[in-house]
């Protein structure tokens, strides 16, 4: 690239992109591929707990359940 008269001559070579246009397609493909590496590797999604497992008492009123309660005034 040469300089003539305060502007710059982009005739010589060149495949029809500017370099600047050029590194942001190749940023922007990075960025995609970046985002859709781990969807594509993720393979089906499988529940972590059974059916019994869901239905089954959760809550225990153990003994900091209780302090709480009483300091709370509930």
Do not use: C, I
């Amino acid at each position: 690239m040469s300089v003539k008269n305060g502007q710059a001559d982009d005739t010589a070579g060149g495949s029809g992109l500017e370099r600047r246009d050029f590194l942001r397609a190749l940023g922007s493909t990075a960025a995609g591929a970046a985002v859709a590496a781990p969807l594509l590797a993720a393979g089906p999604a499988q529940a972590k707990e059974t059916g019994a497992e869901r239905t089954k008492a959760r809550y225990r009123e153990t003994e900091h359940v209780k302090a709480y309660y009483r300091t709370n005034r509930y």
